[in-house]
């Protein structure tokens, strides 16, 4: 039954954010991506904090080693970005960023293919941290599944463009960009074979899960609402910093009332 679970929240949590990133894209609503993100920078550090991080240390596991896993977690995101392995862009032609014509063609390198397999190993790895939650509790996994599809939509909608900026076309770039979703099924398919072998793993990958969810929303989203908000004056400034800073907020107080409910039943 726990297995179902998993494999059905890989499957629709990847189709949501697929669909909803490629109806985005085509439609160019650039100021919805952007409340996306800050959203989704709440989601991802609220889910983090207030229910993965929770989770693996009310175990018995060593609260020392758990920490250290957490570190040398977030070390390990840095390094996968490094080389590429993780990459996020947010942006499209037109999106009202200041980029040169043609700036995401040089973005998407070979074909875009680069962006592919990198989508294809995230999508893997986001399909263990949802088994893992699933396996700590159902209804953990299926908050985790929902902070992981709102946060994969920003980064498929920039995945989509940069493929259809390479010459893809709107058909082909939804079709590979759904193949690249379904490695999350193998991750959580592995995943469970993975952890059913060994319990005493699944407290420190449910401390991966949070710092890749942390890595992510500090790493990755925050410096984009950044940018966001440093586009115009003091006065846009200010307004845009409210408005992600409230969308946070709504991001965090999802978790936290849906953690209230689960912890009710």
Do not use: C
């Amino acid at each position: 039954m726990t297995l179902a679970h998993i494999l059905a929240a890989n499957l629709i949590g990847g189709l949501f954010s697929l669909l909803a990133a490629a109806w985005l894209s085509m439609t160019l609503l650039s100021g919805i991506v952007g409340r996306l993100v800050s959203l989704s920078a709440g989601l991802l550090l609220g889910t983090a904090v207030l229910h993965l991080m929770p989770e693996a240390f009310e175990s018995r596991t060593d609260i020392h080693a758990l920490t250290w896993t957490l570190l040398l977690g977030i070390v390990g995101f840095f390094l996968l970005e490094k080389f590429a392995v993780l990459r996020h862009n947010h942006h499209h032609e037109g999106d009202g960023h200041h980029h040169h014509h043609g700036h995401d063609h040089e973005e998407a390198g070979p074909g875009g293919l680069l962006i592919l397999v990198g989508d294809s190993i995230h999508n893997f790895a986001d399909g263990i941290l949802i088994a893992a939650a699933f396996m700590a509790d159902i209804k953990l996994g299926w908050l985790t599944t929902f902070a992981v599809a709102a946060h994969e939509i920003p980064q498929e909608i920039g995945d989509f463009i940069v493929l259809l900026n390479a010459g893809f076309s709107k058909g082909k770039a939804l079709l590979f960009n759904a193949l690249a979703s379904l490695a999350s099924l193998a991750g959580g398919l592995v995943g469970y074979l993975a952890l059913q072998g060994s319990r005493d793993l699944l407290p420190h990958v449910l401390m991966l899960a949070v710092a890749s969810f942390v890595y992510i929303a500090l790493a990755d989203l925050v410096p984009d609402m950044h940018k966001e908000s440093a586009r115009g004056g003091h006065g846009w400034r200010d307004r845009k910093t409210l408005q992600q800073l409230l969308l946070m907020g709504l991001g965090v107080a999802t978790v936290a009332l849906l953690t209230g409910m689960a912890h009710r039943h």
